[in-house]
């Protein structure tokens, strides 16, 4: 089964399906393993992801790992965390921001990496976008009143709002996510992966 994955992946990386609607070309980003027991589940690479080619490699990421209460080591362990975006490349810029994620990505890839990592226990949703796909329940409900009802999608999953700092106003106006929705994840990430590996 790994080497099934091994090859997928490598098949992935080589992906050039949308390369010409990439302004920086294609540089798919992503950590898999058949061991990994959780599954973050985010948007797209920004800038700094794509030069760098390591997910989560920058301030969004910092947040994400002290969300979770786990350090570098444990987060880039790919047998323990796995690390799937919507979309594997930069998208580029848009108006307000990065655009979304390119559409022909995750049906090209994604259910079929899921697939061939049996040993999830917790996927952590990021976003809109990751919402609709691992949540279609909630896709009618915006995101702030979704992750509210974060006890409902234990123990399988939790969607958590983009930790990027632009998302700094909208977690000032909803203090209670440090307060309820943090512990709560923070602990379920202990006993998937054990106290010892905690930050």
């Known amino acids: 089964m790994e080497n099934t994955l091994d090859q997928l992946s490598r098949d992935a990386r080589g992906c050039r399906i949308c390369a010409d609607h990439l ?14 027991r959780i599954l973050v589940a985010g948007q797209a690479p920004g800038t700094k992801v794509h030069a760098s080619g390591v997910p989560f490699d920058d301030a969004s990421g910092d947040r994400l790992r002290d969300w979770m209460g786990i350090n570098r080591d444990v ?9 799937l975006p919507m979309g594997f490349c ?6 307000s921001g990065d655009l979304p994620p390119r559409p022909e990505c995750a049906p090209k890839w994604r259910q ?40 409902g999608q ?10 990027s700092p632009r998302n700094n106003i909208w977690l000032k106006k909803n203090d209670w996510f ?22």
């Not at 302004?23 to 990994?36: E, I, K, S, Y």
């Open 23 to 36: 302004a920086l070309g294609p540089r798919p980003v992503f950590q898999v393993h058949t061991n990994a």
């Open 178 to 199: 440090e307060e309820r929705v943090l512990p709560t994840l923070q602990a379920r990430v202990a006993e998937i992966l054990g106290a010892k590996h905690q930050a």
């Open 112 to 151: 079929a990496m899921l697939e061939l990592m049996p040993n999830l226990h917790l996927t952590l949703v990021i976003g809109a976008y990751a919402k609709d796909w691992h949540l279609p329940e909630l896709k009618a409900v915006s995101l702030t009143e979704a992750v509210k009802q974060f006890e």
């Open 154 to 163: 234990l123990p399988d999953a939790l969607l958590l709002p983009h930790p």
């Open 75 to 83: 987060f880039y362990d790919a047998k323990r965390v796995a690390i």
């Open 90 to 95: 930069y998208p580029g810029r848009g108006r």
